[in-house]
């Protein structure tokens, strides 16, 4: 080949090397990818570095440019373009001094240009607190000296080869200590980058995770608290359902973050934030999310503050966006990563410092090493050195003693690099047994993260996720045999649980939940499952072939409440309902399925305790009639549609009207006469009752001293109290202000009170009563001997009267063991000075009765049905 074509080759080689040098630098910065805080690694200044490195000063600036221009006009990373050119520029002018030293020329332009400059423009175009300037600083000074390294080594030992013609003539072989330098900070580099990239990652994971866990927490609790059945939730309908809402988001949603209800025109109608009502907000048009996995994003958003663009975390937030079922409008929360910087700075930091530490550790064992390794060889090298021209010089060699000895020293340095070895052999087998430690515990975090997500933390029984699964399980499986074997949803609703844990406490009322699912738990089996979805709520999943199955394993569930519960050695004697549903024909899916059961559950628990019912269509307007008397107790109340009737108490000796019982009663715009049964228990467990109980016990005091000051009959007014004023309620100062704003006298009011008062908190009870008392009012025990009454206590207590419950009244006088219970009864109360009121009496013959067993009052049907106010005068006259 001749000179002129081997030339012209060169040429072409030189030419498709610089040309393949620049587009990798510029498809490495199109292409870089995601580092630690939403920032970018590249490898583009590799390829710029080996440039100059190749094709001297010129070369390097021209790549340098061309790629800063590329991510200038098409990646906008105007930062680029400056800091790249001003880094090849001292680091080619710093290669004249250092020949060869990539990686020293860049890490002197770092340590005294780059670092204080990149610091200095960042912290211009970013106030204090909004970014980590340090943290972006450290990751770009250390995405160029991992690429100034690498391109060091790259320039060294790939083997571009001389006849390419690529290299320089002078190209200078490297030494030994070089070589162990290059390893010893590659291995560091590179392992540090993977660590610092997989915690990163598992740091992320855990955040995204913990959001997730606040986000179920936050959604189930406020959908809980507003009044969903099942997963039928939808958008507030009116002014009330909407300040119910907000008032849950209110009293459940953190500060921490942003809970907003968006409607169907992506207006905010509630939120924890009051600046965000009213706000348009349509997240997915606002800007970019990612996917992070179970209905969780996160934003992606870049930003251009001034010409120095810089894309990290500071902005960015999770979103979690549930819809509504009918599409009336969703819910949307926004965590912001901003909250979790100090859990993942705190990592991004200690693997910085790790870096430095490995890093001059590197540095100092490759010393070391190439001090007591090669030390005799360059003794050797330089005295061997020009060996013809010193032998014909006649000059002294200073070769070491003998060849064996230097033999002997090469074999003892071999044996200590054998040593070092070793000891990093042991290093790492210790490390590989940290990390199967580490992995040891990894596995257990997922098992209990598993164990968090689909069991129920309190119970121990699979929850809603879990049974979401199984559900769809058992339909692939009934579909399979085609339909033969059939799936079936019982639901299940332990009867007066919110009794029990407003009375006795929420950590009895756990320990009472814990103790029935061990009882449903006992009733698993292959066909059929148990899981809690939440509350005093459990369902029953279960595989059938003929419909008796179904009634035997609800009787199963309700027989295993037969025997009482005992706790703190209190027996406990509960019921439960249940509702049964059917796949398909009630339901063609599993919301449906939930939600039928759930509404064939409440017609069992209206019938009665204990009850199990099939759900049919015509429920429906059942449960819809609830759910209208529960939304408009708060209404009722603003407008007045309660109103009070009186039935009188006669005294047995006189037969003269000696007390009045002041009943409420509710007049429903739509709905007409709502009795009492019906809607009471709906405000105990809405809350509601609180309000009730104060006007009911305003307007009767009012009522009684209207009466007696138009001269009328003066008797006491008898008002029934909730248990929850004893324990959630200020009653003393209640009873206080009332009776000064009617002006009534305390002698002439009865509160009655029922048994499950004295359940709880039993000092703080006979505390509030002894004060009631000492301001002259009556206390009244309500339906005597039907609840958890403990005589121990009861005798404790300054109770002025117990009425007998109708259930003792009627049959009286047929039935010898109701007469010789109602016998006693009369007889412990007047033991213990107390009146007795029989309640229920619609007979003469009950009358008779109760007075030959010298009962105080008597109160019925008998004398008088509740009247009111207006007839109620002409008793009184």
């Given amino acids: 080949m001749s000179p002129t074509t081997l030339t012209n080759r060169n040429h072409w080689l030189i030419i498709t090397t610089f040309t393949a040098c620049t587009l990798l630098a510029v498809v490495c910065e199109w292409k870089a990818f995601p580092f630690v805080y939403g920032m970018s690694f590249s490898l583009s200044s590799l390829f710029v570095l080996l440039s100059l490195r190749l094709y001297g000063l010129w070369g390097g600036l021209l790549t340098a440019v061309i790629t800063g221009l590329a991510g200038y006009l098409f990646m906008h990373h105007p930062l680029l373009l400056v800091i790249g050119v001003m880094e090849t520029l001292v680091v080619g002018l710093l290669l004249r001094r250092y020949s060869g030293k990539i990686l020293r020329s860049d890490a002197i332009f770092w340590a005294v240009i780059g670092i204080p400059y990149s610091y200095y423009i960042y912290s211009q175009q970013y106030p204090e607190g909004v970014v980590d300037i340090k943290l972006i600083v450290c990751i770009l000074a250390l995405n160029a000296i ?33 070589l162990l330098l290059h390893f010893a900070l590659g291995i560091v580099m590179v392992s540090f980058l993977l660590n610092m990239l997989i915690n990163s990652a598992g740091s992320f994971k855990e955040v995204s995770l913990y959001v997730q866990s606040m986000v179920t927490i936050s959604t189930t609790t406020v959908k809980k608290e507003w009044g969903a059945v099942g997963d039928s939730l939808t958008a507030p309908k009116n002014d009330v359902q909407l300040r119910r809402l907000q008032f849950v988001i209110d009293r459940y949603a953190s500060d921490t973050y942003t809970f907003c209800f968006v409607g169907r025109d992506h207006k905010v109608v509630a939120s924890n934030h009051r600046g965000w009502i009213g706000r348009s907000f349509d997240p997915w048009q606002e800007r970019d999310y990612d996917y992070a996995g179970n209905s969780l994003y996160i934003s992606n958003s870049r930003e251009a503050e001034g010409r120095t663009e810089l894309y990290t975390w500071h902005k960015e937030h999770f979103l979690y966006v549930e819809e509504m079922k009918d599409g009336s409008g969703y819910f949307a929360l926004m965590f912001p990563i901003q909250a979790y910087y100090p859990y993942l700075f705190g990592k991004y930091y200690t693997h910085f410092l790790y870096l430095i530490g490995f890093a001059a550790a590197a540095i100092l064992v490759s010393m070391m090493i190439n001090r007591s390794f090669t030390k005799g060889l360059q003794r050797l090298a330089s005295s061997t050195r020009n060996l013809p021209l010193k032998l014909k010089q006649n000059n002294a060699l200073a070769i070491p003693d003998s060849h064996i000895v230097e033999f002997h020293s090469l074999i003892m340095n071999f044996k200590h690099m054998a040593g070092s070895l070793l000891h990093l052999f042991h ?167 939930i939600r039928n059961a759930d509404i064939a559950m409440y017609n069992a628990k209206e019938e009665g305790d204990g009850y199990f019912r099939y759900y049919k269509p015509n429920l429906l307007p059942l449960i819809a009639e609830k759910m209208q008397l529960e939304n408009g107790l708060y209404k009722a109340l603003q407008e007045n549609q309660f109103y009070l009737q009186y039935q009188p108490k006669m005294s047995s000796v006189t037969g003269e009207l000696c007390g009045i019982e002041a009943l409420i009663r509710w007049n429903h715009p739509e709905l007409g006469f709502i009795p009492p049964d019906k809607f009471i228990p709906l405000a105990e467990e809405s809350g509601f009752i609180m309000e009730i109980d104060r006007w009911v016990f305003r307007e009767a005091c009012r009522q009684n001293k209207a009466w007696q000051d138009a001269g009328l009959k003066r008797a006491s007014v008898s008002v029934n109290i909730s248990a929850r004023h004893f324990y959630q309620g200020n009653l003393k100062e209640m009873i206080t202000e009332e009776l000064q704003a009617t002006g009534l006298e305390p002698q002439y009011v009865s509160l009655e009170i029922t048994e499950g008062v004295f359940m709880r908190n039993i000092e703080k009870v006979i505390e509030t009563i002894q004060h009631l008392r000492g301001l002259g009012i009556q206390i009244s025990i309500d339906d005597f001997g039907t609840g958890y009454s403990s005589l121990s206590q009861l005798q404790r207590l300054p109770i002025s009267d117990v009425k007998l419950d109708r259930s003792f009244i009627r049959g009286i006088t047929i039935e010898d063991k109701r007469s010789s219970i109602v016998r006693a009864i009369i007889e412990l109360a007047h033991s213990m000075n107390m009146r007795v009121v029989a309640e229920g009496v619609e007979t003469p013959d009950e009358a008779d009765f109760c007075r030959n067993l010298n009962c105080d009052e008597l109160q019925g049907y008998l004398f008088s049905r509740p009247l009111p106010a207006s007839d109620f005068e002409k008793l009184l006259a």
């Avoid at 030992?157 to 070089?178: D, E, F, H, K």
């Fill in 146 to 178: 991992f690429n100034a390294l690498f391109a060091e080594i790259v320039y060294h030992y790939v083997l571009l080869g001389r006849s390419s013609g690529v290299a320089r003539t002078n190209r200078q072989p490297s030494s030994i200590s070089q």
């Fill in 427 to 593: 290093e790492s087998q210790r490390n590989n047994e940290r990390l199967q430690a580490q992995a040891q515990l990894l596995q257990r975090s997922e098992e209990q993260l598993h164990q968090l997500a689909y069991y129920d933390m309190l119970t121990g029984l699979p929850n809603r996720l879990q049974f979401n699964r199984h559900f769809q399980e058992l339909i692939a499986m009934s579909e399979a045999a085609g339909k033969s074997i059939k799936v079936a949803v019982l639901f299940t609703d332990i009867n007066r649980f919110k009794q029990v844990n407003d009375t006795l406490g929420h950590a009895l009322g756990d320990q009472l939940l814990r103790m029935a699912a061990g009882r449903f738990q006992a009733l698993n089996s292959k066909s059929r499952s148990v899981f809690r979805l939440g509350g005093d709520e459990f369902v029953f999943l279960l595989l059938y072939r003929q419909e008796e199955e179904l009634a035997g394993c609800a009787e199963a569930i309700r027989d295993s409440f037969s025997v009482p519960f005992v706790i703190e050695g209190m027996p406990l004697y509960m019921t439960v309902s249940i509702g049964i549903s059917m796949y398909p024909q009630d339901g063609e899916d599993m919301n449906a399925i």
